[in-house]
């Protein structure tokens, strides 16, 4: 056992030492865990900035850059603009860019670049949204005014198309209309219901007196016999 224990302790002394962290250290990891807090960084060391500022996304970098004030963090913050520029817009555009900037002879810093490219692309987005939505106020124009002359002209009257505009196939196809509902009427009067009743109440009285006639008698096909000649 006492030979295990003096073991243990040479590979416990043999490890190596993790070296705490320095308080520089805890403090760099502090400002990245909270980097969307940052604002003015003022006369921030750039070493510190270099280790920082990487980790803001485009919109903690744009704060940054506005609250600072008195200071050009250009030497710190263009590369990292540079691959906001190239991430948004692309590679093609970004090295056009460069090699515009050296065909000139000038510099700009890529936040400059960048801001203006979107403005520009907003601007192409507001021009090309305006163009859309006038052509959509265009067609519903169009199409509010064919309704508008197809609604003036108002159809003629039926009594003028019977009178007037009819031939005689049209006038045919009116008398058997007028016809077709005359008889329906006719047929559904109540003349014509209580003739049937009667007619059904004289069968059943004569099959009543008379067993040995068949049923559908000469009443029941006067009433056939009549109703067909009512629907003639």
């Known amino acids: 056992m006492d030979k295990k224990r003096s073991m243990n302790m040479h590979n416990v002394s043999t490890m190596p030492k993790r070296e705490a962290p320095s308080l520089l250290n805890l403090c760099i990891f502090t400002a990245i865990d909270n980097v969307r807090y940052l604002g003015d960084v003022g ?36 590369k990292l603009w540079k691959n906001f520029y190239e991430r948004q817009f692309g590679r093609e555009n970004t090295d056009l860019v460069v090699e515009r900037m050296k065909q000139k002879n000038v510099s700009f810093r890529w936040i400059q670049l960048y801001e203006a490219k979107s403005k520009d692309m907003t601007e192409a987005m507001n021009k090309s949204v305006d163009r859309l939505k006038q052509l959509y106020k265009d067609e519903d124009a169009r199409k509010q005014k064919r309704t508008i002359q197809l609604c003036s002209k108002v159809p003629p ?61 000469s009443g029941v096909k006067n009433f056939a016999s009549a109703s067909r000649h009512g629907r003639s």
Request: glycine content about 8%.
């Open 43 to 78: 006369e921030t060391d750039e070493d510190l900035l270099d280790r920082i500022l990487p980790h803001c996304t485009l919109d903690q970098l744009m704060h940054v850059e506005k609250s600072t004030v008195g200071r050009d963090l250009g030497p710190v913050t263009d």
């Open 157 to 217: 009257s039926s009594k003028r198309r019977f009178f007037g505009e009819s031939g005689p196939g049209n006038l045919s196809h009116i008398k058997s209309n007028l016809m077709r509902k005359a008889k329906s009427e006719f047929l559904n009067s109540r003349e014509v219901q209580n003739i049937a009743a009667m007619r059904k109440n004289a069968v059943q009285r004569n099959n009543r007196t008379s067993p040995m006639m068949k049923p559908g008698g």
